[in-house]
């Protein structure tokens, strides 16, 4: 039986390999904000969830495509929310949400071929389309 020497480190434990790589986490976010349109947002909650834990240890392009999905959340949130306010004040919210459907299907639709070509977001903090 051998005895192991105190002073002596043990050796370092083998690196564990991801389950799943960053670029394919980021692409897993867009793809829940698309099938959120089906069932009814749970999945888009689940992407921004996402998108916040990784957005911190990504590299400086995955970031780009984090806070342009955690902006998409929240500025659609803030769209359907007003849609839903103008449909029972001023019956406009359908156009508010039409509105919401096409700047979310942009959205994600764009950044999940930057992604896929392995570009940045440009202008990830706008407003618009990015």
Partial sequence: ??????NVPPPPAPPQQRAVSDTTLA???????????????LTAVAGVIV??????????????????QIRTF????LYVLVGTVLIFAFGIGLLVWLWWFIW???RSIKGLLALNEGRPIAQPESWLFG
């Fill in 74 to 77: 929240w500025i659609g949130l």
């Fill in 27 to 41: 692409m897993i976010v867009y793809i829940l904000y698309l099938v959120s349109y089906i069932v009814s947002g």
């Fill in 104 to 106: 979310t299907l942009v």
């Fill in 51 to 68: 998108a916040y834990v990784q957005i911190g240890s990504a590299d400086p392009m995955l970031r780009t495509h984090y806070q342009f």
């Fill in 1 to 6: 039986m051998a005895y192991a020497d105190p």
